[in-house]
């Protein structure tokens, strides 16, 4: 299930079939599933569907959505928790190859193309979710020596996001070539080194070792 999405928040059964929907979606694309679809997946009748959702248009801005409020409480989560600010770029990571490792280019342009009014909602929020938490961690490495203080701030963490969301798109044979793991990862050391100060690259290198 894309992002290990929890089962505590399976309460009731309108969020039960939002969570089947988003694996049918996901294996076969948000186009050529029907309401029909949805109703023999769960084994209940269209009309309990449209108890809680108005339309097909309607199901699927709700799916998403819950994907992009997972991603962010999960986000949030770690900026409580981070030791420092490092170590919580490493944690965002693992949290953003989640979702690359999910992506599915087919249900990413079918979005666009056919619901595109959630798609620039949402999409629009994930940039805006990761852009605030760059931006965060980078004023608070600067604040604990980690970065340096020439760093500057809304340039990098523009830079950053905008690598997140074009990665899958453009470097088809980057990804072909290798699994989504080390490609994040080289990202992950070369943008750390890029604003690191003498201490952050010398707890940066002391972290590697330690993996």
Do not use: W
């Amino acid at each position: 299930m894309f992002l290990h999405l929890r089962p505590e928040i399976m309460e009731t059964q309108e969020q039960e079939i939002i969570l089947r929907t988003l694996d049918l979606f996901m294996r076969y694309g948000i186009r050529s599933i029907t309401m029909d679809d949805v109703a023999r997946e769960m084994g209940i009748s269209k009309k309990t569907i449209y108890r809680y959702f108005d339309n097909k248009a309607d199901l699927v801005h709700k799916c998403v959505t819950l994907v992009h409020d997972t991603i962010k409480s999960r986000m949030e989560e770690i900026h409580q928790s981070a030791k420092n600010a490092i170590d919580e770029l490493f944690d965002i990571d693992r949290v953003v190859r989640e979702i690359l490792e999910n992506h599915n280019p087919g249900v990413r342009f079918q979005l666009r193309k056919y619901y595109p009014k959630t798609y620039n909602e949402v999409f629009h929020g994930r940039k805006q979710l990761i852009l605030k938490m760059i931006a965060e961690n980078i004023e608070s490495g600067k604040q604990n020596g980690l970065y340096r203080e020439d760093v500057v701030t809304d340039i990098v963490a523009h830079l950053y996001c905008s690598k997140v969301e074009t990665l899958p798109d453009e470097e088809e044979q980057l990804v072909n070539k290798y699994n989504m793991k080390p490609i994040m990862r080289q990202g992950l050391v070369y943008h750390i080194r890029g604003i690191a100060s003498p201490k952050g690259l010398e707890y940066l290198e002391q972290k590697l070792k330690s993996e």
